[in-house]
């Protein structure tokens, strides 16, 4: 026993154990009604979910992704644990139902054979229990022996039986599952048969001008009252923000050049280059292999990468090459056409030195003037204090994340959710700059008045007139096919769009629409579609090729296809049967109200 603590197993075990266990310890909250609070962060199917259970689960989710990222979480990656640790308590009260209702049981002695022949995934890893990098089942099982092993089997009782529970109740709903041939024959075509097609797209608002469709006021009204359900909008959120930019200038480029100098001094001194690659390159990948690339083609790299690297003599150090990555000390080992093999340090542009000093004290300001305050007005402040222009975000929908221009940031799109009008966040840190952000005005779920949203409108109604125009383009486009040019041709021709798509499978199609998708599994190779109608605009294609599935290789290979596709088909069953639970119970989240005015309770995870 003694060597046993010794070794660190014991602690590796009861992480293994307690990290699984916690967490259904905190689901089956029925089990633990002396923990509970009185007060509930909703319910299912009127099972409440204890608030104080629920906080607690979501702190050992925490916990561990904390524990497997080995850095800080944002304000998205809490949003999504909560969300995530949720969903786990719905579908457990989902499933302890469901195993009451259908007179699921465990007994111990499954438990315990479960446990003597089944190892827990994360126990395959730990050393202990492996013979030549491989998990010896004969040394999982002496240990379970051991009255060390009697320690920790009480706990793993709990993981098990819901492991179980779980496999009895699956095996149950999928028990009827069954693939004729036929039905695997078109499992395989999916998988098997391919096309290439050349697709053209006519859509409206892109072949015909906004100058030459006119709407009236009455057009707008009429288009409104016919369809407010797709106008409806979920909360909508306004924001302003002020941003500081995070790049690096000259002066960061000039101290990078200064250090890339320095290093090749010190290899030109006689250091190895490995050493010092493994110490400075900022590429981790090649930097573990002391600035090994292996050999590459011309091309693959950063053009102004290979051209010295083409021309580089071989065995020399070249001078710091700049490319988007940083800058570059190259050593090329050999070449041959257009093949080399060398080795390189990379060292990053980074913010530094006097510029760095600047932006800290830029953000020391900005974190004094204005983060986390109430008063709408000190972003004001802290905007004429910089000298910076307050800027305006795109608007912010309900569970969507926060865009500026084309950027998508982290964290300020679930802070604005929960925060409140004139309030301003902490500032949230990216690459490229450190931004703060006011909510300026929310607008509730429902429909908006016309007036609100009458460009938008106006806009919908004007493409919907273009159908029409968009028609008779899509006709012409076809009849030009009809009297002998090919797409590529006839489009063109007409200045359309087109693209060549493929080879690819049912499955795999790059194409989203299952109408044009099924155009085209439809049509012989050279064959051509008519139009196509499709929720975005209208298409028209050609198959230029179509490889069908291979029937004498799918009854060679059908034994084997068939138990591939049959796990494939139970767990389809399994997610559309746990789809089904859900879609029916009677579900009431209130975690944003009451984690929100909870005494020390962390926000909202909704």
Known sequence: MIKWFRSGI??????????????????????????????????????????????????????????????????????????????????????????????????????????????????????????????DMAKYQKWLSSSVAQQFVPSMEAQYRDEIERSKLFRAVTADVFLSNAALWQRYRDLHETVTIDLAAIVPRQVISDSAVSVTPAEVEAYYKAHQAELAQPRTIFTSYLAIPRLPDASDTAAARARAEELRKEIQGGAPF??????????????????????????????????????????????????????????????????????????????????????????????????????????????????????????????????????????????????????????????????????????????????????????????????????????ELVQRIDHGATLAQAADSMKLPHEVIGPFTRVTSPVHDPVVVGTAFGLEKGKHSGVIAAKDGLYVLRVLDHAKADSATFVKDLDKFRQQAQVEARQERVQVFLAGLRSKANIVDKRAKVLQTAPGAAGPGA
Do not use: C
Request: hydrophobic residues 40%.
């Open 10 to 135: 014991a602690l590796k075990i009861a992480g293994v154990v307690f990290a699984g266990l916690m967490l259904i310890f905190m689901l089956t909250a029925v089990d633990w009604s002396k923990l509970t609070t009185g007060t509930s962060v909703g319910s299912v199917n009127g099972h409440a979910i204890d608030a104080r259970v629920y906080s607690r689960a979501v702190q050992q989710a925490t916990e561990q992704r904390q524990r497997q990222t080995q850095q800080s979480l944002g304000i998205d990656d809490d949003r999504a644990i909560r969300n995530d640790v949720w969903e786990k308590f719905i579908t457990n009260d989902l499933l302890q139902s469901e195993y009451a209702r259908r007179g699921i049981r465990v007994t111990n002695d499954e438990i315990f054979d479960a446990i003597r022949t089944q190892p827990l995934p994360e126990f395959y890893e730990l050393p202990e229990f492996q013979t030549d990098s491989q998990f």
């Open 274 to 475: 490995a050493d010092v690659a493994k110490r400075e390159s900022a590429d981790s990948a090649s930097a573990a292999k002391g600035g090994e690339l292996g050999e590459w083609t011309r091309g693959r790299f950063d053009p102004k990468f290979d051209s010295v690297a083409f021309s580089l003599p071989i065995g020399a150090l070249s001078e710091p090459v700049l490319t988007r990555f940083g800058l570059h000390i190259i050593q090329i080992e050999s070449r041959k056409g257009n093949k080399a093999k060398g080795r390189h340090i990379l060292i990053p542009i980074e913010i530094t030195g006097a510029h760095r000093d600047r932006l800290d004290a830029e953000a020391d300001t900005l974190d004094r003037l204005a983060a986390d305050r109430v008063d709408a007005a000190a972003l004001d402040t802290a905007a004429r204090a910089l000298h910076l222009r307050i800027g305006t975000s795109k608007p912010l929908t309900e569970g969507d994340k926060m865009r500026i221009g084309v950027l998508t940031l982290p964290d300020a799109g679930a802070w604005a959710e929960r925060a409140k009008v004139g309030q301003i966040s902490p500032i949230i840190e990216t690459p490229f700059a450190l931004y703060l952000f006011r909510v300026d005005s929310t607008r509730p779920p429902g429909l908006p008045r016309l007036a609100q949203i009458r460009d938008e409108v106006t806009q919908a109604a004007r493409n919907q007139k273009k159908l029409g125009g968009a028609r008779k383009i899509a006709d």
